[in-house]
C-alpha cells in the first residue's frame, strides 16, 4: 500500500510538472521554464537521490559558474543546487536512520573536517565581513555533508565506486576535449592557455589540478584489471588525452604535482620503511636550514619565465623569484596572508575574507605587475595559508590534521587490503595517487571552495571511509543499498 501511494504521489508531482513547462511555453514566461527546471531537480533528488547523487559526479567537470554572466552571484550549475538539495535529503536521513552509520562518527576523517567546520563556524561569528563568512561556511556545508556524509553510504556498494572513478574520469575528458579543440584554433598558445577552458574552469590553474588529479585514476582504471579490448582502446585514449591536456595546460604546479606522485608511488612499490623517509626528511630539512641563503641566491639568479611555451624553461621558472610575476604575487599573496596571521592570530578575520582583507597587507616591496592595489585578485593561493589568514592558527591545524587523517587511512586501507582484490587495491592506490597531487598543488594554490575540487576529494574520503568499514567487517562483496526519502 505504502509502495502504491508512492507512487501515486510520484506520478502526480509528474503530470503537475508536465503542466507547468506547457504553461511555461506558451505564456513565453522564462523565469518559470527555469522554475519548473528547478522543481525537476527537486523531484529527481527526492525519489532518485542515489541516482542525483552520481549525476552530480558526472557534471562535476562540466558545471559552469553563472558568476560569468551575473557578475554578482557565483554558483555552479547544475551541481550546487542539487548539492544543497541532496544535503538536506542527507540531514533528514541521518536523523532517521544515523544509528546505522555509527561507523562513520569513528572516523579520524570525520573527526578533522568536524574540527574543521567547528572552529569555522566559531570564526564565522566573530568575522569582519559576517555575510560573506555565512556563505562561506554554507558552502562549505554542501560539499562535505552530501559528498562524504551520504557519499560514505553510496560507496558501500563496490560497483559506485568504479561509477565513480569512471564518470568522474569521462566529464574530465569532455571538458579536456572540449580545451583542447578551443585551445587548437589558437595554435596552442601560451597566453590563450589561461582562458580557453572556459566557461567550464574559471583558469588554467584549477583545470591543470584536475587534470593532474584524474590522471592516477585513469591508470587505476586501465591496470585494476583486463579489460576488453575496445575498453582498453578506450582508456588508452583517455591516458594519452590526458597527457596532451596537462602539457598544454601550461601548469607548473600541476605538472610537478605528478612528479611527486610518481615519487610516492615508487616510495610504495619499494616499500620503503617510514623510518628512512623520516630520516631523509629530517635530513633534508637540516640542510634547507643551513643553506637557505645560498639556495636563494642562486634562485635569484634564474630568470626562465613562465609565460615561455618550452617545457623545460617553463618547470626552470618555478623556482624564478626575481622576475616570475606569477611567482612573485604568490609570495605577495603568502606574505599577506602572514601579516594577516599576525594580527588576528587566533581567531583569523573570519571564513572567505581574505579576498576584503588583504590588500592593506600587501607590502611595497613586494607588488607585482598583477597585483591590485584594491586586493581583488582572489585568495591566498594556499589551502593551509589561507585558512590561517580567515581562522588563525587553529583554521590551519585543523587543515593538516584533515589532510594526516587522509593520507593514513588511505595507505593504511591499500596495505591492509587483500591482495587478492586486485581490481579495489589498484584503484585505493591510485585514488591516493590522485590525492597527492591536489594537496601537493594545495601548497601553491586553494580550490576546495569549488565544485571541481571538492566533490573528488570529499567523494574518495568517503570511498575510503566505507572500505575500512567493510574491511573491519570481513566483507569484499558489496551489496547495493538504494538510498532515497524513505529511509
Same mark, same amino acid.
Not at 599576525?342 to 597585483?371: D, V, W
Given at each position: 500500500m505504502q509502495a502504491i501511494r508512492s507512487n501515486v504521489l510520484l506520478y502526480g508531482l509528474g503530470a503537475c510538472y508536465v503542466a507547468f513547462c506547457v504553461y511555461a511555453l506558451f505564456t513565453d514566461q522564462s523565469y518559470l521554464t527555469l522554475a519548473s527546471f528547478g522543481l525537476l531537480l527537486l523531484l529527481s533528488g527526492i525519489f532518485f537521490t542515489e541516482e542525483t547523487f552520481m549525476f552530480v559526479l558526472f557534471c562535476t567537470p562540466i558545471s559552469i559558474n553563472i558568476e560569468e554572466y551575473t557578475d554578482s552571484f557565483g554558483l555552479y550549475l547544475p551541481t550546487e543546487p542539487l548539492l544543497f538539495g541532496i544535503m538536506l535529503i542527507t540531514i533528514l536521513i541521518y536523523i532517521k536512520n544515523g544509528s546505522q552509520y555509527k561507523f562513520i562518527f569513528k572516523s579520524p576523517i570525520l573527526w578533522a573536517i568536524g574540527l574543521y567546520l567547528f572552529w569555522m563556524l566559531i570564526t564565522t561569528i566573530t568575522s569582519t565581513h559576517p555575510l560573506a563568512s555565512v556563505k562561506f561556511l554554507v558552502a562549505r556545508m554542501w560539499f562535505i555533508i552530501p559528498i562524504f556524509m551520504l557519499g560514505t553510504i553510496i560507496f558501500l556498494d563496490r560497483k559506485k565506486i568504479i561509477a565513480f572513478v569512471w564518470l568522474f574520469c569521462i566529464g574530465m575528458v569532455i571538458a579536456m576535449m572540449y580545451t583542447l579543440v578551443v585551445h587548437a584554433g589558437y595554435r596552442f598558445g601560451e597566453k590563450e592557455s589561461h582562458w580557453v577552458m572556459w566557461p567550464f574552469f574559471k583558469d588554467h590553474t584549477i583545470y591543470g589540478a584536475i587534470v593532474a588529479l584524474i590522471f592516477p585514476l585513469l591508470c587505476g582504471?586501465?591496470?585494476?584489471?583486463?579489460?576488453?579490448?575496445?575498453?582498453?582502446?578506450?582508456? &588508452?585514449? !583517455? &591516458?594519452?588525452?590526458?597527457?596532451?591536456?596537462?602539457?598544454?595546460?601550461? *601548469?607548473?604546479?600541476? @605538472?610537478?604535482?605528478?612528479?611527486?606522485?610518481?615519487?610516492?608511488?615508487?616510495?610504495?612499490?619499494?616499500? /620503503?620503511?617510514?623510518?628512512?623517509?623520516? $630520516?631523509? #626528511?629530517?635530513?633534508?630539512?637540516? !640542510?634547507? !636550514?643551513?643553506?637557505?641563503?645560498?639556495? @636563494?641566491?642562486? +634562485?635569484? %639568479?634564474?630568470?626562465?619565465?613562465?609565460?615561455?611555451?618550452?617545457?623545460?624553461? %617553463?618547470?626552470?621558472?618555478?623556482?624564478? &623569484? =626575481? #622576475?616570475?610575476? =606569477?611567482?612573485?604575487? %604568490?609570495?605577495?599573496?603568502? $606574505?599577506?596572508? /602572514?601579516?594577516?596571521?599576525?594580527? %588576528?592570530? &587566533? +581567531?583569523?578575520?573570519?571564513?572567505?575574507?581574505?579576498? !576584503?582583507?588583504?590588500?592593506?597587507?600587501?607590502?611595497?616591496?613586494?607588488? *607585482?605587475?598583477? =597585483?591590485?592595489?584594491?586586493?581583488n585578485g582572489g585568495n591566498a593561493h594556499s589551502e593551509f595559508l589561507g585558512p590561517l589568514a580567515e581562522m588563525g592558527i587553529l583554521g590551519m591545524l585543523a587543515m593538516i590534521c584533515i589532510v594526516i587523517a587522509i593520507f593514513w587511512k588511505g595507505f593504511t586501507l591499500y596495505q591492509k587490503w587483500p591482495s587478492a582484490d586486485k581490481e579495489m587495491k589498484t584503484l585505493i592506490l591510485a585514488m591516493n595517487l590522485a590525492l597527492v597531487t591536489y594537496f601537493v598543488h594545495a601548497f601553491l594554490n586553494n580550490f576546495l571552495d569549488t565544485d571541481k575540487a571538492a566533490v573528488p576529494i570529499w567523494s574518495m574520503c568517503a570511498i575510503f571511509i566505507a572500505l575500512e568499514y567493510k574491511l573491519k567487517n570481513g566483507k569484499t562483496d558489496f551489496e547495493s543499498k538504494t538510498i532515497s526519502s524513505k529511509e
Open positions: 582504471l586501465y591496470f585494476s584489471k583486463k579489460h576488453a579490448p575496445l575498453v582498453q582502446f578506450v582508456l &588508452i585514449g !583517455f &591516458i594519452l588525452l590526458n597527457l596532451i591536456a596537462l602539457y598544454f595546460s601550461y *601548469t607548473r604546479a600541476a @605538472q610537478l604535482s605528478l612528479v611527486a606522485a610518481g615519487m610516492v608511488l615508487l616510495v610504495v612499490r619499494l616499500r /620503503i620503511k617510514f623510518a628512512y623517509i623520516a $630520516t631523509a #626528511t629530517v635530513l633534508l630539512s637540516v !640542510f634547507l !636550514f643551513f643553506y637557505w641563503q645560498n639556495i @636563494q641566491m642562486e +634562485m635569484g %639568479r634564474n630568470k626562465s619565465e613562465h609565460t615561455t611555451e618550452n617545457f623545460t624553461e %617553463r618547470i626552470e621558472s618555478a623556482t624564478n &623569484i =626575481s #622576475t616570475d610575476a =606569477s611567482n612573485l604575487e %604568490r609570495l605577495n599573496r603568502w $606574505t599577506s596572508a /602572514i601579516d594577516m596571521f599576525k594580527e %588576528r592570530p &587566533i +581567531m583569523g578575520f573570519g571564513p572567505g575574507t581574505y579576498a !576584503f582583507e588583504y590588500a592593506r597587507f600587501q607590502r611595497p616591496e613586494n607588488i *607585482t605587475i598583477i =597585483s591590485t592595489n584594491f586586493g
